[in-house]
């Protein structure tokens, strides 16, 4: 009975470990992988796959990053940190690749879209992220 006891604070303890861990770690800046900046979008300058994009952007992203891709949208004013302002010079002056790994990857708050949206998906939604400049 003792031991279950401790191994039930045992994995207890690990939960909230990790919970800490992942939630310190969407503190710092975001930054990608060096490796990402070598990373070429195949849609780049295809007005096509904007389009495309910005429909996507309407349906996944601008509930938290809102209609202008402020960062404003209505959900992620509950979220910590904030979403990012899309239109800002520290994203417009991240390669597409690293935007790109970071559609793909996520990082709390945000999700990992790896799994919901097709590589051709998430370059469209760089490519629209790219008209989102000031």
Not at 42 to 61: R, S, V
């Amino acid at each position: 009975m003792k031991y279950i006891k401790l191994l039930k604070l045992f994995v207890v303890g690990l939960a909230l470990l990790l919970t800490e861990a992942a939630f310190a770690q969407s503190k710092g800046p975001w930054v990608a992988p060096e490796s990402a900046n070598t990373i070429k979008n195949p849609f780049a300058g295809n007005a096509d796959a904007t389009k495309k994009g910005k429909k996507l952007y309407n349906q996944l992203c601008n509930i938290c990053h809102g209609d202008q891709g402020k960062g404003d949208g209505m959900a992620g004013a509950a979220l910590t940190p904030k979403p990012a302002d899309l239109t800002s010079d520290k994203v417009q002056s991240q390669s597409d690749g690293a935007i790109y790994w970071k559609i793909t990857n996520g990082r709390p708050p945000m999700a990992s879209y790896k799994d919901v949206l097709k590589e051709e998906e998430r370059w469209q939604l760089v490519n629209y992220i790219r008209t989102l400049k000031k």
